[in-house]
Each structure stands twice: as structure tokens, then as C-alpha cells.
């Protein structure tokens, strides 16, 4: 009996299936890991900046920090919460939307150009693999920078068959100013894709080569504006701290990109890089020249603007980490899911195989981060909304940032660290509370007496060992008899 052959109509439509079943799945997965309400030091930073502020105070807010952050994100954020609600939860859902757009270009775009097996393989990098893991709910602008860049790219990829289109030339001059005012260093990102553009139009049609310079020079110079308003020139002076020379390192590199639990993950994700480039030499054939050089340069943006970024970082004040340069990943996962998928089908399963492996490593490794670190959040929030009032004011033993993160959480009370708490007779009267979380106690002095009252143990996420503490209750009375 002869098997019927199944029509590419029906194949399609299995594929599209296929594709939105996995867009679903990951988002769920990425979805479960967004309902806890503890957060870091930074995504504190981010909430209370979106949440604080007006548009034009967010401006002036990142620009008193002369940080690597610029305002687009922020504001974005500060949208999002208009339309979902002002929560930690739906701000977390925001990081969330940008990894869901980053997975939504594989039925959309990358299909149609590269296939259903090439949009497959990248759903799941660009979703699964521990670092976009761990930024798709961390309320940061990083996932959507990767959107954003990998948006970007693709444009440029489109470009060389339409270099009249004004729609594309739009949506690339929108990416690149909104990824650079996001965050200062998508610029290495930007700087590999526009070359690539240049390359490709001195190639074709070099009567056309002033429109990348016109695209990317006018938000280029509306950067440098922004550089010098926001004094960021200070950051190149180097401090000689031997911080950011630590940062340094290709195996700790790659090791962010594929570090789990699973034992010689980070080395199986170097030989798959590595394997990933000399495929693309013995396959250039079949990839054919114009897939062969945009896959090769998306695959090696992402180290070779992590070396840039590193080697400026030796030269500078600013602290340096990976998650500063991981703006151009999503085009990393697509570049070598174009290769990978043109091989064969035994070469598609493996990779396909090992990314969900360390999917599932790094969905342990995410859940114990959000769910594991936060024992004491409950109870805490619940003593907060039963004990304390508005204006009271709260001291706390740790670092001043952390100031910041607790307020999010109590957005009515007064922060003072040890070192800025005011004399004891500015504190007479009011309701003082005290996160004890290293054994120091207010200073008392001959004219006020300072008791104290054990509440219990409490805490927010847990981070390097300040964000748990005893909860003092504060009396201070005044010494009768005094002069």
C-alpha cells in the first residue's frame, strides 16, 4: 500500500502550527517565571524611576545618574504601566513583551526568508538559553534591545533587495534610535550592521550610499548631544580599578551565554560556536553568498562587541558586565540557526536538542532566582501594610542603594542609612523603625534614650546578605532632668 504524500499545503500549515505552539509554550514558560514580586537592586532602579516620575522627570533623573541608561526604555515602561497597571508584576510583564516580539519575528519574518526549521531553532535560542532566560523577567531594557537589534538587522538584510523602500529605512532609523537611547552600549551592535549596510550598497548601487549615513549620522549626532547634556565623557577616564579588568575573559563570556548546571555546558556551547563558523566555510555553498554573510556577521557581532566593549572598559571609570554588550544575541541565535539548519537534519535535532537541555538547566537555575530568594517577602509585605504609616521614617545598616529597592515596597516612608540618619532630636515623636541586618544601633547621647522592640525577621529578595534584617521598633524619649 502506498503511503499518500502529504501536499505542501498541509505542510505549511503543520509548520505554522508547529511554530506558534512553540511561541506559546516558551511563553509560558518564560511567563511562570514572572510572578514573583521580589526584585534586584537594578530592577528596583528601573521601578522606581518609571514609577516616580513624569516623562520629563525621567529625562532628568537619567541624566543626574550619568549611567549607560538613556531615557527611551524608561519611558516606554512608564507607558506600559498606564495600560497594565503600575505593579512589579506587570512591569516584569514588560520585559516579557520584549522576548515575545524577539520569538515573534520567527513565524512572521524569519519563515518566509529562511524557513520553518531556521525559525524554529531560533524561537527557542532567542527564549530558552540561560541569559535571555534570565533578562525575558528581569525588568531591564535589555530584551528589548535584543528585539530592537535584531529588528535592526533584519532590516539591513532587507535592504539589499529594496534600497527604495521607505518603510524599511523607517523602521531602521526607529531601531537605531531607540536601541542607542536605551542603552549606550547597543552602539557596538549598530556599528557592525550599518558596515554591513555600507558594504552592501557600495556593492549594488553606490549613488545610494548616503542614505546609511544619513540614517544613522542624524541619530548619531542627537547621541552626542545627549552624551555631553548627560557628562558621560567623565566615564572614559580610567579609575584603575581592577573591577572591570576582572570582566575580562572569553570562557566567562561564553559562559554567561551558556552556563548552567549541567556539567561542561559553557565548553559544549564554545565547540558549538566554533563548529557553528567552520560549518558556514564547508557549507558556504549551500548557504549561498548573501545568507553566508549576513548569518556569519550575526553570529560573531555579539563576541567581537563584547572584546570592543571590554577593551573600552579597561580605559574607564564605569563597571563593566556582560548583560552590557548581550544586545545583539538575538542576532547571535539567528546567525546560527541559519547555518545550522542548512546542514542536515541530524545537525538541526543536536542543536536543537542541546539548547533545550540547557533550557531546562537554566529554568531551575531562574525559578530558584525568583522564587527561592524571597522566603521572607510575604510576611513582610503583610507587616508593612499592618504596621506602618505614611511619613514614617525607616533606618537601615546596609548599602544606601538599597534604600531604593525597599521603597518600592514602601513608597510612603522616610529612608535614612546610618551614616545620614539626622540627630536624635529631629526623630522625637515620630514613628521610627529600624532593618537591622548588621548589629549596629543608633547613637545615643546624654540627653535621649533609644529602646528598642524585636518585630521579628524579615526580608525582600535576597541579595548578598542585605536584604534580610530584624525589624526594630524605635522609641526615643527625652532624658528628664536634663539641661
Request: with cysteine; proline share 2%.
Amino acid at each position: 500500500m502506498k503511503m499518500k504524500k502529504m501536499t505542501s499545503e498541509k505542510k505549511h500549515k503543520i509548520t505554522t502550527i508547529g511554530l506558534w505552539l512553540i511561541l506559546i509554550l516558551c511563553t509560558a514558560v518564560l511567563f511562570s517565571l514572572c510572578l514573583s514580586e521580589g526584585i534586584d537592586y537594578d530592577e528596583a532602579y528601573s521601578y522606581r524611576t518609571a514609577h516616580d516620575n513624569t516623562m520629563m522627570g525621567i529625562i532628568r533623573v537619567v541624566l543626574a545618574a550619568h549611567d549607560t541608561d538613556v531615557p527611551v526604555w524608561y519611558m516606554g515602561l512608564r507607558l506600559w504601566s498606564f495600560l497594565v497597571g503600575d505593579g512589579i508584576i506587570a512591569y516584569k510583564m514588560f520585559a516579557l513583551l520584549g522576548t515575545v516580539l524577539s520569538m515573534l519575528l520567527g513565524p512572521v519574518v524569519i519563515r518566509r526568508q529562511w524557513g520553518a526549521k531556521t525559525a524554529a531553532l531560533y524561537m527557542i535560542m532567542v527564549s530558552l538559553t540561560p541569559a535571555m532566560m534570565k533578562i525575558s523577567v528581569n525588568n531591564r531594557m535589555y530584551s528589548w534591545t535584543v528585539f530592537g537589534v535584531t529588528v535592526c538587522g533584519l532590516t539591513a538584510y532587507f535592504l539589499r533587495e529594496r534600497l527604495n523602500s521607505k518603510a524599511l529605512w523607517t523602521i531602521l532609523f526607529l531601531t537605531t534610535f531607540c536601541g542607542i537611547f536605551s542603552h549606550y552600549f547597543t552602539a557596538f551592535s549598530y556599528l557592525f550592521i550599518y558596515l554591513y549596510l555600507v558594504a552592501v550598497i557600495w556593492q549594488q548601487d553606490r549613488k545610494q550610499i548616503w542614505k546609511p549615513f544619513v540614517c544613522g549620522g542624524s541619530v548619531v549626532l542627537l547621541f552626542v548631544a545627549w552624551l555631553i547634556k548627560s557628562d558621560f565623557f567623565h566615564l572614559l577616564v580610567s579609575d584603575g580599578n581592577p573591577t572591570n579588568q576582572s570582566k575580562f575573559g572569553i570562557y566567562e563570556f561564553f559562559n554567561f551565554i551558556f552556563g548552567t548546571r549541567v556539567k561542561y555546558a559553557t565548553k559544549m556551547g564554545e565547540l558549538l560556536f566554533v563548529l557553528t563558523l567552520v560549518c558556514a566555510i564547508l557549507f558556504w555553498k549551500r548557504l549561498g553568498r548573501r545568507n553566508g554573510v549576513f548569518a556569519v556577521l550575526c553570529t560573531c557581532i555579539f563576541p567581537v562587541s563584547y572584546l570592543m566593549a571590554a577593551l573600552l572598559a579597561l580605559h574607564a571609570s564605569h563597571f563593566f558586565t556582560y548583560r552590557h554588550v548581550m544586545h545583539s544575541m538575538g542576532l547571535f541565535w539567528l546567525g546560527m540557526a541559519i547555518i545550522l539548519s542548512r546542514i542536515n537534519l541530524q545537525e538541526w535535532i543536536a542543536c536543537l536538542s542541546f539548547t533545550v537541555w540547557m533550557g531546562v538547566s537554566a529554568y531551575g537555575i531562574s525559578y530558584h532566582e525568583e522564587y527561592g530568594t524571597i522566603s521572607y517577602l510575604e510576611e513582610t509585605k503583610a507587616f508593612i501594610a499592618e504596621n506602618m504609616e505614611p511619613g514614617d521614617v525607616v533606618v537601615y545598616d546596609t548599602d544606601s542603594r538599597f534604600g531604593q529597592l525597599f521603597g518600592c515596597y514602601m513608597p510612603d516612608q522616610i529612608f535614612y542609612t546610618m551614616e545620614e540618619v539626622p540627630d536624635l532630636e529631629e526623630l522625637v515623636g515620630k514613628r521610627v523603625w529600624y532593618f537591622q541586618c548588621f548589629g549596629h544601633l543608633l547613637e545615643e547621647s546624654d540627653k535621649y534614650t533609644v529602646t528598642y522592640e524585636n518585630m521579628g525577621h524579615y526580608g525582600f529578595q535576597y541579595m548578598d546578605g542585605n536584604t534580610d534584617f530584624d525589624i526594630l521598633k524605635v522609641n526615643i524619649t527625652e532624658e528628664t532632668g536634663n539641661d
